[in-house]
């Protein structure tokens, strides 16, 4: 089965300065890899995601990301925080269930940008 | 842009109650998802559906159930609501495709109290 990890409850960073938030993957075949984010009280917001080709996927909001496919790892970033890019991130992996395409999603990483 | 809604932000019910939670999307979307939010938890995948009259168990469908008449409208159902459903419940919908790789869409969320 697929699995999401994101070894972090919280991340802090100051505004301006770069931000990484982590994520790593376990599936079988090729990973599909979604990044989403959520403001308080409000439902998830897609950011990017990872199909093939460049390791290096840019989305929303300045947010990019990057897909290392030795490490299972696709971390998502941004080279200068924002306070408005406070919220909640999740990371999210294609998987099956009952031979459906679904996601399974990680446990979320708060961030927490400060002035 | 794609919208998804949910009927109610906030919810409060009594333990025993018959609970319905309403999702409509208006992009003609194939897929529609229920997710369940809780902290440390993430997102859990409770039912989703492919298409009209269709419907898949998720990882955690104990007490809900899940009804799909009409392509734009999926509802999930809690025969006898429990205290432990008080939880945030996300909807989401995603157009079909053949690698199964469209983001998908959330709804708001509805925020559900079982006293």
């Known amino acids: 089965a697929q699995s999401v990890a994101q070894p972090e409850d919280q991340v802090n960073v100051a505004e301006g300065n770069p931000l990484t938030v982590k994520c790593t993957y376990s599936?079988?075949?090729?990973?599909?890899l979604f990044w989403y984010v959520q403001y308080p009280n409000r439902g998830l917001q897609f950011l990017l995601k990872?199909?093939?080709?460049?390791?290096l996927v840019k989305g929303s909001y300045g947010f990019e990301a990057e897909f290392n496919k030795s490490q299972t790892s696709f971390h998502l970033k941004k080279p200068s925080a924002l306070v408005s890019d406070s919220a909640l991130y999740f990371c999210a992996v294609r998987g099956f269930s009952s031979g459906y395409s679904t996601l399974t999603f990680g446990k979320g990483t708060m961030l927490l940008v400060s002035p | 842009d794609v919208k998804v809604t949910q009927s109610s932000r906030y919810l409060v019910k009594r333990t025993g109650e018959k609970v319905f939670l309403e999702c409509v999307q208006d992009m003609d979307h194939e897929n529609m998802f229920w997710y369940r939010q809780d902290p440390g938890l993430g997102l859990r995948l409770i039912y989703f559906s492919y298409d009209v009259k269709m419907k898949e168990k998720g990882d955690i469908p104990e007490g809900y159930s899940v009804s799909r008449e009409k392509k734009e409208r999926f509802s999930l159902i809690l025969e006898s609501a429990s205290t432990n459903q008080t939880s945030m419940y996300l909807c989401?919908?995603?157009?079909?495709?053949?690698?199964?790789?469209?983001?998908?869409?959330f709804g708001p969320g509805t925020r559900l109290t079982v006293l």
């Open positions: 599936v079988s075949g090729n990973p599909y």
């Open positions: 990872y199909i093939t080709g460049d390791n």
């Open positions: 989401a919908s995603r157009r079909s495709g053949p690698y199964s790789y469209n983001e998908q869409f």
